[in-house]
């Protein structure tokens, strides 16, 4: 009898530890891949859903990126609470140190710690994924995942339930071979299509035709408003979906992205550098002893044997030894600045540009040459490269404004705002974004 209240209680205190009080029973989360807080903040863009919302709700200034600034190690992070050293997903593509086959971090395995998905189906809640970077296979009811370049079968043999992008074809896109996701407003009509169907308590959805608009001509022009306007329209058929299936006043909805932009003037092959000096010989038959992975902005340095000092001194007199108007192309992150914001631990220094400067993988031909388009992947410190927030529904207090926060700080959010326990997560909730 002892040992049978004892364990009663003991579940009871589990119970307790684990929950709290539900303040919303939905949460939507949607990204805006490029997404800038210019784009709600300044109305020459006329984004005005988000700007309806924007003063409807909360909103940030700016919120922090990851290092690399790019979008799987950051919208991993927005699921996480954790920086990459932590969730596992350091870059979008693998690093390959003897070859270069088009790896990438495609599949939930590659994702190290609990995800808001995978805690919310614990305590039974309904999750929804669309296009979201890391999620073959993830604990969701409906996913249609995002596979890089994998390819439609892959995505749609991933895609849960089993036929779920068959029905949408047919009840959506009016049996449409291909469905068209590089458009946002399809991305949001299949949103619809869940929410309409199965009001998820939990439902991530990834638009990311901003970020091929800026990639192409970089961070104005009228292909990137085009792009806004997209993912703007696209936010309103969500909203209205919510609205339509009675659950608007139970829903916080949360748009965020996952990178600033910059525009490229000068791009640098680093590793033709490190070639010149000897420390490449033949890459694919794994001769080297130095080499640079590039992600956009930045460069991630790695050493055959992590601990040839003499080598990673070589290659820190060599960038010293620049001349000073190549120096200043860039500056060096060292080991330290790193490991602080939870970088890929075993890389040894980075690269992160200046003044619109990008970086390629090239080993050989020129080491510097004139950029064009945008790019992403810098050092996560500097307002170009922060990317938005906007927060409106029950328990966000109504015109809260956070100067600057972490995209770390939004699983714990989503996990308080949903009612359970999110105790991995690094990030904190910004101070005067919940209602009193």
Sequence with gaps: ???????????????ICTTHAQIAKHVIIITVDGGRPDFYLDSSWHAYNMRALMM???????VNSMFPSITYPSHTAIVTGVAPAKHGVY?????????????????????????????????GLKTASLLWPVTGDAPVLYNIPDIGSLGEN????????????????KNIFDNAEKIEYGKNVNIAKIAAYVIQKDQPNLMTVHFFATDGAQHKIGREGDLVKQAVLDADSGIAIIEKALKDAGIWNETVLIIT??????????NIAPNVWLTNAGLITDKNRGQWKAQFLTEGGSAFLYLKDKNDVATLNKVKQLLNNLPAEQKALFRVISKKQIDSVGADPDVLLALSGLDGT???GALNGEAIKQGKGGTHGYFPDFHAIQTGFIAVGPGIKKGAIVPVMSLKDIAPLVAKLLGFSFPTADGHIPMGLLAK
């Excluded at 992205?257 to 000068?266: A, L, N």
Aim: glycine share 8%; hydrophobic share 40%; aromatic share 16%.
């Design 1 to 15: 009898m002892k040992r049978k209240i004892s364990f009663l209680l003991s579940l009871l205190l589990f119970i």
């Design 56 to 62: 409807q709700g909360a909103y940030a200034k700016g």
């Design 91 to 123: 870059y979008n593509g693998m690093f390959e140190p003897d070859s270069l086959t088009g790896k990438i971090y495609w599949n939930y395995s590659s994702i190290k710690v609990p995800t808001l998905w995978s805690v919310a189906d614990e305590h």
């Design 154 to 169: 892959v995505r749609e043999q991933y895609s849960k339930p089993e036929g779920f992008v068959d029905a949408v074809k």
């Design 257 to 266: 992205g996952d990178h600033g932009f910059c525009t490229v003037k000068k």
């Design 358 to 360: 990008a970086f390629n």
